[in-house]
């Protein structure tokens, strides 16, 4: 396979498994950018998420006040369903748009088994996240690191073999 064919896979949606694990990886990264960029301002400007020694707070030098690691656990799992939301619809979007054919199932039930597969795969990572806040005392931002890789972990797979078409 030569350079040329393989660039002309980015531009179709028919692409080796590879190539299409590649752009599936760029949609999800551009989802997961959205994801933290509302996660992080709810946590700072809405529902109060964050410590003053989190490393987004310091990096960032954002101001925040005093909160207890239950009522941040609480807030830290609000905001990731609040920017869930809004990145599984970028992801949702993306993947019909440049990765995967729709088709498979009706519309309505696609998006509905999209979301579906998106909130097992968050709950199960802000489950994580809330463990551990509450229990280990952990930063906000390494406990939300691991509810994305968990999210990851499992949306891949079903969007390929279930949702989508190919």
């Not at 301002?41 to 954002?62: C, G, Y």
């Not at 599984?88 to 309505?108: M, Q, T």
């Amino acid at each position: 396979m030569d350079i040329k064919s393989i660039l002309a896979q980015f531009t179709q949606r028919n692409a080796s498994l590879p190539i299409q694990f590649i752009k599936y990886s760029i949609c999800g990264g551009a989802a997961v950018t959205v994801h933290i960029i509302v996660f992080y301002l709810f946590s700072w400007l809405v529902i109060p998420a964050l410590k003053e020694n989190d490393i987004v707070v310091r990096v960032l030098h954002l101001s925040v006040g005093a909160i207890s690691d239950a009522t941040r656990a609480r807030n830290a799992g609000i905001n990731n369903w609040l920017a869930f939301i809004f990145s599984n619809f970028v992801a949702y979007l993306l993947n019909i748009a440049w990765v995967f054919e729709g088709g498979r199932h009706s519309r309505w039930y696609e998006i509905t088994v999209f979301y579906a597969v998106s909130a097992i795969s968050i709950a199960v990572g802000t489950a994580v996240m809330w463990l551990l806040i509450k229990y280990f005392g952990s930063s906000t931002t390494i406990a939300f690191a691991a509810d994305l890789v968990a999210a990851a972990a499992i949306n891949f797979a079903v969007r390929k073999y279930y949702i989508f078409k190919g």
